[in-house]
C-alpha cells in the first residue's frame, strides 16, 4: 500500500499529489473524498477563523480535489467521485454551525458535479455517513461503522451500471437511532 499526502485546500499540492498517483499506479477510476473538520461553534460565539476553517476542509478540499480528478476522468470518460458528507450536511444542528456550512457546501458540490459530470460518463455520489467510524474490530455495542464496510460500498457503487446510477446515498450502522442527535 502506498500513502500520497497533500493538503486538500492547496490546489498546487493537490495537482501534484494527483499528477503523481497517476505516474506511479495509472489513472484514477475511483476517488473518495472523505475529509471532515466538525468544531463545535454557535453562531453567536464562532470565530471567522473557526468557521472558515471547516469550509475550507470540509467543502474547498472537496472542490479542488474532486476538480482535478474530475478533469482527468472527462477525458476519459468514466471515473467515479463519492464525497463523503453527514447529517449534518441535511439538517443544521444547534452548536454546529461550522460543520454545517461546509457538509451542506460538500453536498451541494456534489449535486451540482453529478449534473454536469455524468453525461461525461463520469458517476458522482454524495454518501451522507451518519456513523462514527470504528478504528477497532471490537464490537462494544455501540452504533459504529467499519471503514472496510464503507470501502466495500464505494466500491459497489463505482461498479454501479450507468443506467442506474445512486447521486446520494444516506448510510448508518443497524443500531442506530434515526437522526437522534439532531
Known sequence: ?????????????????????????????????????????????????????????????????????????????????????????????????????????????AQVMARELGPQGVHVVHVVIDADITETNEDDGEPHTRPEDLAELFWLLHEQPKSCWTSELDVRPSNEVFWEHC
Do not use: H
Open 1 to 109: 500500500m502506498q500513502a500520497y499526502a497533500a493538503d486538500a485546500t492547496d490546489e498546487r499540492a493537490v495537482t501534484r499529489m494527483i499528477a503523481e498517483v497517476e505516474s506511479e499506479l495509472g489513472p484514477i477510476s475511483l476517488l473518495v473524498y472523505a475529509v471532515q473538520n466538525s468544531a463545535r461553534g454557535s453562531v453567536l460565539t464562532t470565530e471567522v477563523s473557526a468557521f472558515e476553517d471547516c469550509w475550507r476542509d470540509n467543502c474547498l478540499g472537496a472542490f479542488i480535489v474532486a476538480r482535478e480528478a474530475a478533469r482527468r476522468m472527462t477525458t476519459r470518460g468514466a471515473g467515479t467521485i463519492v464525497l463523503c458528507g453527514a447529517t449534518s450536511g441535511t439538517i443544521g444542528r444547534k452548536g454546529y454551525v461550522n460543520f454545517a456550512i461546509g457538509k451542506f457546501g460538500l453536498r451541494a458540490l
